[in-house]
């Protein structure tokens, strides 16, 4: 397996822009988790997904963060206006179970508003 | 809540040396322990997990680590660090609904 994919792997935009990131889990994992990761606050949990239903999204900043996963193998994360303080490296994960499973992490896409 | 502290954010060793990282949880029940580390530019990678029986536990790359519960860690050790290990280490517990929490991470220096 390719493992988790995310694209693109940067991105630069500016403000206002809307930005979309894109992930696809591995084949049969049944959990996908898109985190922010800041020097300041460190790994964070956005949006968590069990069978393409949002099951937490209590970890999104606020309404200009939106999330979804039409089918099983395809996810967004869209940022809609992006401001220069969203500046992060993003992270999708997937799991093949929920807790009793480690999570396998995709290699990230940096995104840099101006 | 469930919580994980990792008390040092950087730690330098030359190499060769062994090497501790420490790791603290906070968890009602028997806790769900990981172990992942991120170099420059990549994701996170599993070196070890903790579920249940044998309270020390072997990961990749010559990483092993131990579950004490009566002090609720999880310390990382490694016998003889080489140049590749620099990176970030994340300690993490399994949360009960479905989530893993991530220590702040400790960054790992070493030393020619």
């Known amino acids: 397996d390719a493992g988790v994919i995310q694209s693109p792997r940067h991105e630069v935009t500016e403000m206002g822009q809307e930005v979309t990131l894109r992930c696809k889990p591995i084949?049969?994992?049944?959990?996908l988790f898109w985190y922010r990761q800041t020097m300041m606050r460190g790994l964070e949990l956005l949006i968590y997904?069990?069978?393409?239903?949002?099951?937490?999204d209590s970890g999104m900043p606020e309404d200009r963060f939106s999330a979804k996963m039409p089918n099983a193998s395809f996810s967004t994360l869209k940022i809609q206006p992006s401001e220069p303080r969203d500046s992060a490296v993003y992270f999708c994960?997937?799991?093949?179970?929920?807790?009793?499973?480690?999570?396998?992490f995709g290699p990230g896409t940096r995104l840099t508003v101006l | 809540a469930q919580s994980v502290t990792q008390p040092d954010i950087h730690i330098t060793v030359s190499e060769g040396a062994s090497l501790e990282l420490r790791c603290n949880y906070s968890y009602g029940a028997t806790p769900y322990l990981f172990w992942y580390v991120q170099s420059p530019g990549q994701g996170l990678q599993l070196l070890l997990k903790?579920?249940?029986?044998?309270?020390l536990v072997q990961g990749i790359k010559g990483f092993e680590a131990e579950f004490k519960r009566s002090q609720s860690s999880f310390n990382l050790r490694k016998p003889s660090v080489h140049w590749s290990d620099a990176a970030e280490y994340f300690c993490?517990?399994?949360?009960?609904?479905?989530?893993?929490?991530f220590g702040k991470g400790t960054r790992l220096h070493i030393l020619p």
């Open positions: 997904f069990n069978n393409n239903v949002p099951i937490d």
């Open positions: 903790y579920f249940s029986g044998d309270t």
């Open positions: 993490a517990v399994g949360a009960r609904d479905d989530k893993i929490i």
């Open positions: 084949s049969g994992h049944d959990y």
């Open positions: 994960a997937s799991s093949p179970r929920g807790r009793n499973n480690e999570q396998f």
